[in-house]
């Protein structure tokens, strides 16, 4: 529910309620539901308001993440502002071969979603006002985290600019990937620049796009067209294009007739003629791991821990499980009457989880890698790949699974 003022002391503290934290608060109060624990979510910026645009920013959930939000009970209203993902389209600019991948192969509704982000947030942050054991403080700034043995003394900047102090067991940091608490309590965290920046926009063009997903591999980076829904009339996607960070600049600058030839250029006709561009924003990427997820009484979820190359969509996903996998593990341990911040509990959690994060990360990383290089054996090696998954069924239900988020089931929770 949502409260003017907080509490002197919490089980779990969350810092950051947008899609990963109210995710997670959401995951944690499911699994607890019934149970005498204390809960507080802080969220820096005011509440959302969504409104229809043809600019509307998006997210590519995937198949997993769409089962999580079901269980969640929040997919039915969550759905009405998805597009389905019906196929995948992955080629390469300029050499033969592609991967076609078909949710009917997969047998299931959809391979993934493509979500406007003001309503997730909506839909989330509803979510958490109306839980009853979660407090919601917003506009509400953790200030300041000093680690107790108990957990955390947290010191909290509310409305009208009050400071509380506040103490938790166990505090989860999903801030974003720029987070000043993170920095304050030294952890620091491996960068590898990829010397490129995504140009973010949405695109109209003549052509339906039948719920394609396109991944166009170029020698500048990988370009993507995310299917959504039509506006007035006019068929529309999202587009991720990445290029060199020179490029980006000289793109950006670009006004949208020379910007959509460009674009024409890049990726062929496979929606007839792009006719329209929306508002532009420009990106640097990078591959960004904290050297620590967990620490007594700290957990970091989210960008804080790792932020990922778009290529794949996978960022937002594996967080959504990351999410999910700690919620089940303090569960647990709340049943078992141990401490929510026990270091033991946090290292379950990451042990759980561990190989999901190194497989996506390395997904991401080496598919970026692969497919931005003009070396002469990578280009074969490319063409070869691309073959063999369209052509190989266990490769191409390999390859799937991981693009729909879709992990074991012994490292998920029930």
Not at 21 to 45: D, Q, R, W
Not at 237 to 243: F, S
Not at 266 to 295: D, I
Request: with cysteine; glycine share 8%; charged share 15%.
């Amino acid at each position: 529910m949502r409260v003017a003022t907080a509490q002197t002391h919490y089980d779990v503290v969350i810092v950051g309620g947008g899609l990963v934290g109210a995710s997670f608060a959401c995951m944690l109060a499911n699994k607890l539901a019934g149970k005498p624990i204390k809960v507080l979510v802080t969220e820096a910026i005011g509440s959302l308001q969504a409104s229809t645009s043809f600019d509307a920013r998006t997210t590519a959930l995937s198949y997993g993440s769409q089962q999580l939000f079901a269980r969640l009970g929040v997919w039915d209203e969550l759905a009405a502002y998805a597009t389905p993902i019906h196929k995948i389209h992955v080629s390469d600019r300029g050499h033969f071969g592609a991967a076609r991948i078909d949710q009917a192969e997969m047998g299931v509704a959809a391979l993934g979603y493509v979500a406007e982000n003001q309503y997730l947030g909506v839909v989330l942050t509803k979510a958490l006002q109306d839980s009853e054991s979660i407090d919601y403080l917003c506009p509400a700034k953790i200030t300041q985290m000093l680690p107790t043995p108990e957990g955390a003394q947290l010191q909290l900047q509310g409305q009208d600019s009050v400071v509380q102090s506040i103490s938790a067991g166990l505090v989860v940091l999903a801030d974003g990937g720029k987070s000043s608490l993170s920095a304050s309590a030294g952890i620091r965290q491996q960068v590898t620049e990829y010397e490129q920046s995504a140009i973010i926009a949405n695109v109209a063009f003549s052509d339906e796009h039948r719920n394609i997903a396109y991944e166009r591999f170029t020698d500048s980076g990988p370009l993507a067209v995310l299917p959504l829904p039509s506006l007035e009339g006019e068929s529309r996607g999202a587009l991720i294009w990445t290029v060199s960070q020179e490029d980006a600049r000289a793109m950006m600058e670009l006004a949208d007739a020379p910007f959509l030839a460009a674009l024409q250029e890049r990726f062929g006709h496979r929606l007839g003629m792009f006719s329209k561009v929306g508002a532009r924003g420009c990106y640097p990427l990078r591959l960004t791991v904290a050297n620590e997820q967990v620490r007594p009484g700290l957990v970091l979820l989210g960008n804080v821990a790792h932020s990922l190359h778009p290529v794949a969509g996978q960022g937002l996903n594996l967080a959504l499980r990351d999410a999910d996998v700690l919620a089940h593990t303090l569960s647990q341990a709340y049943e078992q009457g141990m401490e929510l911040g026990q270091m033991s509990v946090l290292q379950d959690y990451l042990a759980a989880q561990t190989a999901d994060q190194l497989l996506t990360t390395r997904f991401s990383h080496y598919t970026t890698r692969l497919f931005s290089n003009k070396h002469p054996a990578l280009v074969w090696a490319r063409k070869f790949g691309l073959f063999s998954i369209d052509l190989l069924p266990l490769f191409k239900r390999s390859f799937a699974r991981q693009a729909m988020g879709m992990v074991s089931p012994k490292k998920r929770s029930a």
